[in-house]
């Protein structure tokens, strides 16, 4: 290969590497390692997915519960490595501003409304991993 080639190609992989390694992680995944970050991102998709569907939960409190069981279902399969307790209050912040007054989120039946601040809420929580 001449030397432009090989430029190329180890321009690529830096690329990759700084892109595997989260360089352009939010403001909520420069709170956690990079493949934490990335399964979170996730994880919270999935989450506002699972909520936007009408017949899977029908309160906060069964959504609180859902999000507590995944969340330690993540954590005993050793899927996520880190701690979530740095994250906890930045994400009520999210939740609490979508849903309530800003510093807490009502205990309430999701009728459509709701449950289209608490999936918009989630979504933009993955995005800021």
Do not use: H
């Not at 996520?80 to 039946?109: M, Q």
């Amino acid at each position: 290969m001449n030397k432009a080639a090989v430029w190329f190609v180890v321009m690529i992989i830096a690329g990759l590497a700084l892109q595997a390694v989260g360089v352009e992680r939010g403001p909520l995944g420069r709170l956690v390692d990079a493949p934490d970050a990335a399964i979170l991102k996730q994880f919270y998709g999935d989450l506002a997915t699972v909520v936007s569907g009408r017949d899977k939960i029908e309160t906060m409190a069964q959504f609180r519960e859902v999000q507590r069981v995944a969340v330690d279902v993540l954590q005993k399969n050793g899927d996520f490595s880190g701690s979530l307790a740095t994250l906890n209050e930045p994400i009520n912040k999210i939740l609490a501003t979508a849903l309530g007054d800003g510093r807490e989120v009502p205990d309430e039946i999701l009728d459509a409304e709701t449950r289209s601040k608490l999936t918009a809420a989630l979504r933009e929580v993955s995005r800021q991993f």
